[in-house]
């Protein structure tokens, strides 16, 4: 098993979905594996902003990863072999996860080399598909609201149908919160399928304002967007003193994120931000993993997959994805189920 077939890149300067290159004789991950590392063949991956976002920083993602490389962190697959230290997996199980950072040999590749913290095995009854689109959208929204709400908290979801949003409703109403979030009127009756209480058009109203004059104060707001550029410095007035403003995604200008993460540090006299500000690095948990898969097997919560692409038609995936209208997780097929 000295080749794979991989998608590749050596410059991702034209956009990566302009960029990538079937290689059907690609190296494989280096071996042999360490003690705590995992061999995987990918049957189905899920593509993210950061598979694409890295890769296009020009000379600094080469500082960053060797190319010729593979985008991808999401993965559903089986163990092909496991070095030394591991041994909670058996050769030619179902399992999934996340990688912990985006590496040369990226989940569009055949096979990758996972960690125990990142890989779980896949429960009966849930299809590799979906078990793939759990990766890093859930993980960040796992770890955005489950430890910091409890039952009959109120929650804020800036951005309820992209891949994060999706999940993020979904876990607020398993632990038994009120969500609110906003999405564009075409996506309104997916959020509210999932379980929002209430669903804001961002695109027919000024946001901040609604929620100005909403008359309710939230224990959280997460923020996956970036946008409106004042959500979190007009946040008194709808996130309760005790409460967090939690940013995901994030629009990188002089007057957005960068600013919002100096002013959270700095007192109010000196125009710090009103609330606990949080930038959320998302890390790989295996028990959070597991935490998902059980309420996706009580029917508590479910993968969104907006579409599903043929190994073949893999660089469509990120055109899909860099239109920022998918309705939940994209999928790519690697290998046969």
């Known amino acids: ?23 059907e004789s690609a190296n494989t991950p280096p071996q042999p594996l360490d003690d705590n590392e995992i061999l995987v063949e990918v049957i189905s991956m899920s593509v993210n902003p950061v598979d694409y976002k890295i890769p296009e920083l020009g ?12 985008p991808g962190i999401d993965f559903c697959g089986r163990v092909a072999s ?45 299809d590799p598909d979906d078990a793939a689109a759990i990766g ?8 955005c609201i489950v430890p910091n709400v409890k039952k009959g908290d109120r929650i804020f979801i800036n951005g309820g149908s992209g891949g994060t949003g999706v999940w993020g409703i979904q876990f607020g109403k398993a632990l038994g919160c009120h969500v609110t979030t906003s999405c564009s009127a075409a996506n309104a009756a997916l959020c509210k399928d999932l379980g929002a209480d209430e669903v804001i058009d ?26 409106p550029a004042d959500l979190y410095t007009a946040c008194e007035h709808f996130l309760s003193p005790s409460g967090k403003f939690v940013q995901v995604g994030a629009v990188m200008s002089l007057t957005g994120t960068p600013l919002r993460m100096v002013r959270s540090f700095l007192p109010t006299f000196l125009g710090g931000g009103p609330r606990p500000y949080q930038f959320l690095y998302c ?16 029917g508590k919560c479910k993968a969104v997959l907006d579409e599903v692409f043929e190994y073949k038609d893999a660089p469509k995936a990120y055109e899909k994805l860099k239109t920022g209208r998918a309705r939940g997780k994209i999928v790519v097929h690697v290998t046969e189920k």
């Open 202 to 227: 961002y695109k027919s109203v000024d946001l901040v304002e609604k929620l100005t004059q909403g008359n309710q104060h939230f224990d959280l707001i997460v923020d996956n967007v970036g946008v």
């Open 1 to 23: 098993m000295a080749t794979m077939k991989a998608w590749q890149y050596t410059s991702a300067s034209n956009g990566l979905e302009n960029s990538l290159q079937l290689n």
């Open 283 to 298: 890390r790989s948990r295996a028990e959070e993993f597991v935490q998902v898969a059980s309420w996706m097997k009580e």
């Open 136 to 143: 890093m959208a859930a993980a960040t929204a796992y770890q």
């Open 82 to 126: 496991t070095g030394t230290g591991v041994t909670q997996f058996r050769i030619g199980e179902l399992v999934y996860g996340r990688l912990e950072k985006p590496t040369q040999f990226g989940t569009l590749g055949q096979f990758v080399i996972s960690t125990p913290a990142g890989t779980v095995s896949l429960p009966e009854g849930i």
């Open 59 to 70: 000379m600094v993602s080469k500082a960053i990863i060797s190319v010729p490389a593979s």
